[in-house]
T-cell receptor, first 115, second 115 residues
């Protein structure tokens, strides 16, 4: 069975602090994909990153970085120098190899960035 | 290029009633998935439509049904509404045809309240 766990329900930081959002997943599939989505108050899920199970290279995109470790089944997301606009709920998700539109989502981490 | 559009944005229904939610996929997309997101939770997969047929289904009762039209738009129907059906319903579209498997784009959702 597929499962994604985001143990941090809510995190509050002050602007310019770095923050890491944790994600642990379970799957028996050898090929799978991991995602991070951002959900602002408007409700729409905004795609941030996709990673396949064979690519363990860390990725950096501006202030965002992702650390994928298959050995610990983790796919953590770090925001460097956080900004108030980063305040949102962040979801980690797992999908099957050939179906990018069937997600198993974690319960989300609400990030509050205070000025 | 319009993204995924959902209607209505908000809806209030009484227990026992029936409701229909609508989704227009992003231009060029042929696959639609529906998700239910209860307050404070991650989205849960309801079902996926491709080529006008339900292809996959999550752990939801038969009260939840759907349809996909030739223009790829989709409806989600929920019968005999329960208070527990109150949630944000998200639609996500992607392109699966011709051997492709593209990123999913989400709509802003329909907020359903059952009273």
């Amino acid at each position: 069975a597929q499962k994604v766990t985001q143990a941090q329900t809510e995190i509050s930081v002050v602007e310019k602090e770095d923050v890491t959002l944790d994600c642990v997943y379970e799957t028996r599939d050898t090929t799978y994909y991991l995602f991070w989505y951002k959900q602002p108050p408007s409700g729409e899920l905004v795609f941030l990153i996709r990673r396949n199970s064979f690519d363990e290279q860390n990725e950096i995109s501006g202030r965002y970085s992702w650390n994928f470790q298959k050995s610990t089944s983790s796919f953590n997301f770090t925001i460097t120098a956080s900004q108030v606009v980063d305040s949102a709920v962040y979801f980690c998700a797992l999908s099957e190899a050939y179906n990018f539109n069937k997600f198993y989502f974690g319960s989300g981490t609400k990030l509050n960035v205070k000025p | 290029d319009a993204g995924v559009t959902q209607s209505p944005t908000h809806l209030i229904k009484t227990r026992g009633q029936q409701v229909t939610l609508r989704c227009s996929p992003k231009s060029g997309h042929d696959t639609v998935s529906w998700y239910q997101q209860a307050l404070g939770q991650g989205p849960q997969f309801i079902f996926q439509y491709y080529e006008e047929e339900e292809r996959q289904r999550g752990n939801f009762p038969d009260r939840f049904s759907g349809h996909q039209f030739p223009n790829y738009s989709s409806e989600l129907n929920v019968n005999a509404l329960l208070l527990g059906d109150s949630a944000l319903y998200l639609c996500a579209s992607s392109l699966k045809g011709r051997g492709l498997n593209t990123e999913a784009f989400f709509g802003q959702g329909t907020r359903l309240t059952v009273v």
